[in-house]
């Protein structure tokens, strides 16, 4: 089975931040399902959270987890990447 590259944000005020998870699927739609199953428990402080477009909002609409994009990817491809992100240039 491929692997899907889940981008999502999440927005608390002007505060925006990005999160970026790995899933395996049969296709794209099963990615898009579970990437939606996880962002419904993404606070765990809310237990009903509002359901709204590409995704939900917390804490009546103080926070909003939206998905932002799903891609095939590899491990690899998203291993490279974590790396970029988390590495410091010390050059």
Sequence with gaps: MPDYWI????TE???RKQHHYLTT???EKAARKAAG???RRFIDDDDDPE???NGYAF???????????VKETTKEQFKEFLLKIH???MA
């Design 7 to 10: 981008k999502i944000s999440e």
């Design 37 to 39: 199953e996880f962002m």
């Design 59 to 69: 804490y009546n609409k103080a926070v909003f987890v939206r998905l932002e994009s």
């Design 25 to 27: 699927a049969k296709d």
């Design 51 to 53: 359901e709204i477009e």
């Design 87 to 89: 590495t410091i240039n």
């Design 13 to 15: 005020e002007e505060d």
